[in-house]
């Protein structure tokens, strides 16, 4: 893989996510999609926040929601949204914090480990290419392997590690519900 290739594919992926955003961000404007984004507020007749008449706002993108998105709070979803959208946001939570963990791991200890290791192979074979900073550039039977085999099991533990928060939390706003819906099943168990 090269330089390039590579910048060439992030480049394309952002430019693809400002399109998707400013769609979600126009179209969630629309008095169309009121029932897809708005469906429990219609349920309790609350009052929507969409543009009455046609106006050029309707159409232009905003970036407003996602300040908005970062200072909600976990109960305020759970009440607004209810338990499905706190579960998809907590899991978005999950995933920046695995990935924020596995990008440091990889780019501080794996990276300069692989860069630094010269097992068989010369600069000059790696001068165009990333090869440098994977795991193809050490030798077989390498006791830098080890170095991936310790990070490969913190990575495992730590994700083992998030899911059972996870589950934990999840479990805690779930029984909340179930005990104050009065559901029979829980106030037979109480």
């Known amino acids: 893989m090269n330089a390039a290739s590579l910048l060439a594919s ?9 399109v998707v955003l400013s769609l979600f961000s126009v179209l969630k404007k629309q008095p169309c999609s009121a029932p ?10 609350e009052a929507l926040p969409l ?23 976990e109960d305020e979803v ?8 706190l579960v998809v946001l907590r899991l978005f939570k999950f995933g920046t914090k695995f990935f924020t963990v596995c990008s440091i791991i990889g780019l501080l200890i794996l990276v300069p480990v692989n860069f ?8 000059s074979e790696f001068s ?3 090869d440098a900073f ?22 495992s533990f730590y994700i083992l590690y998030l899911l059972y928060m996870e589950y934990k939390v999840i479990l ?7 005990v104050t819906t009065g559901s029979g099943l829980i106030n037979s168990l109480c």
């Open 78 to 85: 759970l009440r607004i949204q209810g338990l499905d959208a």
């Open 36 to 45: 897809v984004y708005f469906a429990r507020r219609i349920a309790r007749r």
């Open 51 to 73: 543009y009455p008449a046609f106006s050029l706002a309707r159409l232009r993108p905003t970036a407003s929601w996602i300040s908005r998105a970062f200072r909600i709070t």
């Open 128 to 130: 165009y290419s990333m």
């Open 134 to 155: 994977t795991i193809s550039n050490i030798g077989k039977g390498s006791n830098r392997l080890w170095i991936h085999f310790a990070c490969l099991c913190f990575i």
């Open 10 to 18: 992030a480049g394309m992926n952002i430019g693809l996510a400002l």
């Open 116 to 123: 630094t290791c010269q097992d068989g192979h010369s600069r």
């Open 172 to 178: 805690f706003f779930d029984f909340n519900i179930l």
